[in-house]
């Protein structure tokens, strides 16, 4: 090969410029120093106009389901008054090196008439002083944030009473005396609750030695869980200002169950029960959102926790141990509803109507395993892992909105001012074709399947049954 010179290796290849001739060096820099598209957005002015705008828009939002830095329970507050002073610090320590490298950069800039690229700045080999105090710094910040980290996780813990070794918190009259205890279970891709009204624990003794043991607890989920407590799925409603202790595991792969204005998350884990516990002061909505990637539709399995003052609890607790009531010949469009659901969903769906003998069956049970518990489908106000708002007229996320009353409208059917009605359209949607609005497996009992098969009639009789269920 020959050699060539400089100048030749920069040809540019311009038709209508003498495309064949060389560029000269000096051409060369002169494109290269050219204004163009980007040097428009160096200016200062519209840099700071591009961060106000990127930050007025991340504060916009209206309501903050998921905000951590508006806890609403002893434990969300106490994990924040951890944070608030860690983010002071590393507030400090951003503005500290951003500002220094920023200073830096502006106090030794060179103009690009100045610039000459033989000229290097000073050629620094190591300072020792430096190193060992930008090693040092940032060691003792760590050890002071990991001390009070270390201390408050030790400090969440202590407060976690394991439900299936406390002592019974109902009273022989049925009143509650303590806190309610809930075990959580993920599934792909909701969340099923169980809670233990009649206080024998969430196991059965399934070898039958007369002792509910650990022994017991290693049967699969779905034959060693007990199951005449009350069972619910994608909503949980809780009292207010009671610690409510939690089991949680997981039937299918690793989930992580996260109230972020109630308490911190805790990994759902198959086989293993953690326990964490969650209380809300104030009455309310609190939604959460699996916060470990579980498989196709990880990213819409999320959380609804209800909170509802004591004699509103009570009152729905009260609705929800009833069994389902089955609809009668006369109410046609209803009981039409009814015989189509047990043809096509009783083989995944549970619906207790009363009928069901754990005793003689341990396989009979209020969760199908799979597919949620639809008893009091109509109460809860999401489904389809809480996706999906079962109600409009109300909005859910008004801070002015008596959640207390929203459920009472929500279980009667009376709504005084007809205002509440069912998403219908969004119910019948998710009916026809669930996996189409949310990524699914039912193939593999993952999801749920499509019902191609189903005419506008059949959806107008399943919603006419499924609002029943209240
Ligand atoms: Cu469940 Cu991610």
């Known amino acids: 090969m020959t050699s060539r010179s400089n100048d030749e290796k920069f040809t540019i290849l311009s038709p209508g410029s003498g495309w064949h001739k060389p560029l000269r060096s000096t051409t060369l820099e002169k494109v290269m120093r050219a204004p163009n598209a980007t040097s428009r957005f160096s200016s200062i002015p519209r840099r700071l106009g591009i961060a106000g705008t990127v930050l007025f828009a991340a504060a916009c939002a209206e309501d903050k389901p998921l905000n951590t830095f508006e806890p609403r329970g002893p434990r969300a507050e106490s994990i924040d008054t951890l944070m608030q002073p860690i983010w002071i610090l590393m507030g400090v320590v951003f503005v500290l090196v951003i500002g220094v490298t920023i200073g830096l950069a502006v106090k030794n800039r ?105 022994a017991d607890r290693e049967w699969p989920l779905n034959i060693a869980l007990d199951d005449d407590d009350l069972v619910v799925a994608n909503q949980a409603v809780i009292p207010t200002g009671e610690q409510v202790d939690l089991v949680v595991t997981s039937r299918d792969v690793i989930h992580s169950y996260w109230i972020p204005r109630l308490n911190g998350k805790r990994d759902t884990v198959p086989g293993r029960l953690h326990t964490w516990s969650i209380e809300a002061d104030a009455a309310g909505e609190y939604n959460g959102w699996c916060t470990e990637y579980c498989g196709l539709s990880h990213a819409r399995m999320r959380m609804s926790v209800v909170a509802l003052d004591g004699a509103e609890f009570d009152a729905w607790l009260d609705n929800q141990i009833l069994p389902a009531e089955v609809p009668t010949e006369a109410d046609e469009d209803e009981f039409a509803g009814y015989q189509l659901f047990q043809q096509l969903c009783m083989s995944c769906h549970v619906i207790d109507d009363g009928e069901l003998d754990y005793a003689e069956d341990f396989e009979a049970e209020l969760a199908a395993g799979a597919a949620p518990n639809l008893t009091h489908l109509a109460t809860r106000t999401v489904f389809a892992g809480a996706i999906y708002s079962q109600y409009a007229g109300v909005d ?69 049954y499924l609002a029943t269920l209240d």
């Open 110 to 214: 060179v103009a690009p008439e100045d610039y000459d690229e033989n000229d290097l700045p000073e050629q620094v080999h190591g300072n020792f002083r430096l190193e060992i105090m930008w090693t040092i710094a940032p060691a003792v910040l760590l050890a002071i944030v990991s001390w009070f980290t270390v201390d408050k996780i030790w400090e969440l813990e202590e407060t976690n009473a394991d439900p299936a070794a406390g002592e019974c918190r109902t009273n022989a009259d049925g009143s509650r005396s303590g806190d309610l205890d809930m075990m959580v279970i993920g599934q792909q891709w909701w969340w099923e609750y169980r809670y233990d009204i009649d206080c024998d624990g969430f196991f059965q003794d399934v070898d039958g030695d007369g002792d509910i043991d650990d």
């Open 396 to 464: 859910a996320d008004d801070d002015d909105l008596d959640i207390g009353e929203y459920f009472e409208l929500s279980v009667d059917d009376n709504d005084p001012d007809g205002d509440l009605r069912l998403n219908e359209a969004i119910i019948k949607r998710w009916i026809l074709n669930a996996p189409d609005q949310k990524a699914m497996a039912p193939e593999d009992r993952r999801g749920m399947p499509a019902f191609p098969q189903l005419t506008e009639e059949d959806l107008d009789h399943l919603v006419a």
